[in-house]
T-cell receptor
Framework: NAGVMQNPRHLVRRRGQEARLRCSPM?????VYWYRQLPEEGLKFMVYLQKENIIDESGMPKERFSAEFPKEGPSILRIQQVVRGDSAAYFC???????????FGPGTRLLVL | DQQVKQNSPSLSVQEGRISILNCDYTNSMFDYFLWYKKYPAEGPTFLISISSIKDKNEDGRFTVFLNKSAKHLSLHIVPSQPGDSAVYFC?????????????FGTGTQLKVEL
């Protein structure tokens, strides 16, 4: 039973480019969460999605960031026009229901040059 | 506003001894608490959790204690092993109105020495 999968594991972008991060939840999990970890900090919640719905995006920056979890395929976190401050580790987690434990993927490390 | 705090950035313990990691929180609406372990370049791994209606939960070498009146929880690892060396994150959840999003502390780096 594969765990949460994220790709790419490492992503390098130049300022102004777009970054697309993908997350495939564990089998049977329909709840997906994205977190960001800046250097020397804890993980910060960004967005919570169920299939085709954004449930809570209170942690998402208002501009340049968007997330989706389509009916088919992985969840995608999209960052447009990246800036150096977007450099961080982005983690995806999934859970089978709203109240059960979240299990994390290995993360995508984004570096903006 | 840091609602979950881990005031010790690092902790060093000898193999076989007890490791005690501490966590404080400020939001009395949190109803569920979790501990995750994280190795470098990997994602957090779930360790153990506790509901706010309990004061203790045990799983093998890991025990979590919750003191609601003090808004404090701790993770005890007995006996500590070299493989326990990692960063430990405390996390809290406020289910009502907050969905299932987790609020994390900044982590404590545990080093278990031979």
């Amino acid at each position: 039973n594969a765990g949460v999968m994220q790709n790419p594991r490492h992503l390098v972008r130049r300022r102004g480019q777009e970054a697309r991060l993908r997350c495939s939840p564990m089998k049977g999990h329909s709840h997906v969460y994205w977190y960001r970890q800046l250097p020397e900090e804890g993980l910060k919640f960004m967005v919570y999605l169920q299939k085709e719905n954004i449930i809570d995006e209170s942690g998402m920056p208002k501009e340049r960031f968007s997330a989706e979890f389509p009916k088919e395929g992985p969840s995608i976190l999209r960052i447009q026009q990246v800036v150096r401050g977007d450099s961080a580790a982005y983690f995806c987690a999934s859970s089978p229901t709203k109240v059960e434990t979240q299990y994390f993927g290995p993360g995508t490390r984004l570096l903006v040059l | 506003d840091q609602q979950v705090k881990q005031n010790s950035p690092s902790l060093s313990v000898q193999e076989g001894r007890i490791s005690i990691l501490n966590c404080d929180y400020t939001n009395s609406m949190f109803d569920y608490f979790l501990w995750y372990k994280k190795y470098p370049a990997e994602g957090p791994t779930f360790l153990i959790s506790i509901s706010s209606i309990k004061d203790k939960n045990e799983d093998g070498r890991f025990t979590v204690f919750l003191n609601k009146s003090a808004k404090h929880l701790s993770l005890h690892i007995v006996p500590s092993q070299p493989g326990d060396s990692a960063v430990y994150f405390c996390a809290a959840r406020k289910l009502t109105g907050g969905g299932n999003k987790l609020t994390f502390g900044t982590g404590t780096q545990l080093k278990v020495e031979l």
